[in-house]
């Protein structure tokens, strides 16, 4: 909050330097378009936050870029996550919170339908593929495949390696051989079974209960936190959360964004 300026500053640099490079190269490899889309969802993030704590819904103009890009870039885990933070910044736009509830499931179809007219639609629809070895490694694109090696190779390590794990690149190798290609576990609990073990997964699950419950304990939108936690969930199992930067980073502005105590000029009451 006493930097909002640079928030700021940062959405616009990150929406001119994607037109400039998407101008440059249309068609983007593979790797930059999945990392640009983990950057336009902290873009999104970021945008709601500002529009949230100062009471600025005009600033939520800027949510187009990023939200184009990522429709641009066919990373569906990205779509997913970047609409349930935009229904978040629609829940927000509206004071009195029933015509929220009177026009979402019409938006949700309008959305639905505009997105299976693109291409990135496609994607989901079209589940006959098998590229990646099968209808649910389609679905999955190959996360199944490589989740299976991974927790085989958990079960069949020793008594130590589940308690502790087996180090954090471990996983990289595993999923390597799985797949032929070096990628984390994209799934939090899964990575840290292998990576941490057990003793990973307790201090994983406790902070995130810790951290849950110190924003609990402020003045929060209830609505708004149960949408960022789902929204927290869906990354950290179906993309990874803690070794992804672009997510990691979105977690405080998502979390910071449902307290209620931040007057309309964008200050924090009793600071």
């Given at each position: ?27 983007m490899?593979e ?47 990205y ?12 829940y ?31 994607r ?16 999955t ?24 794990g ?11 051989k ?31 209960k ?22 927290f ?22 979390f ?16």
């Amino acid at each position: 909050m006493r930097h909002l300026d640079i928030v700021k500053l940062s959405v616009y640099i990150w929406e001119v330097l994607f037109l400039i490079l998407r101008f440059a190269n249309p068609s983007m490899n593979e790797e930059f378009s999945h990392r640009t889309a983990s950057s336009a969802f902290l873009i999104i993030v970021m945008v709601w936050y500002i529009a949230k704590v100062t009471n600025n819904k005009k600033i939520n103009i800027n949510l187009i870029i990023p939200l184009a890009a990522i429709f641009l870039l066919e990373v569906r885990t990205y779509l997913i996550l970047a609409l349930l933070v935009a229904n978040m910044s629609y829940y927000s736009l509206f004071r009195r919170k029933r015509y929220y509830y009177f026009t979402i499931v019409p938006m949700i179809t309008l959305t639905v339908l505009f997105v299976l007219q693109t291409s990135i639609g496609s994607r989901f629809v079209n589940i006959t593929e098998s590229y990646y070895g099968g209808v649910l490694a389609t679905i999955t694109s190959s996360r199944s495949v490589f989740w299976e090696a991974d927790i085989r190779a958990f079960k069949e390590s020793n008594f130590f390696n589940k308690f502790f794990g087996q180090g954090y690149n471990y996983i990289y190798d595993i999923n390597y051989k799985a797949v032929n290609t070096h990628i984390w576990g994209h799934n939090d609990i899964i990575h840290i079974l292998v990576t941490n073990g057990f003793a990973g997964i307790y201090v994983y699950l406790y902070a995130f209960k810790t951290f849950l419950n110190s924003v609990k304990r402020k003045k929060c939108d209830m609505r708004l936190f149960y949408f960022a936690i789902v929204t927290f969930v869906f990354c950290a199992l179906l993309d990874g959360l803690y070794h992804y930067v672009c997510a990691s980073y979105a977690i405080p502005f998502l979390f910071d964004g449902v307290i209620n105590n931040i007057n309309r000029k964008g200050r924090i009451e009793n600071e």
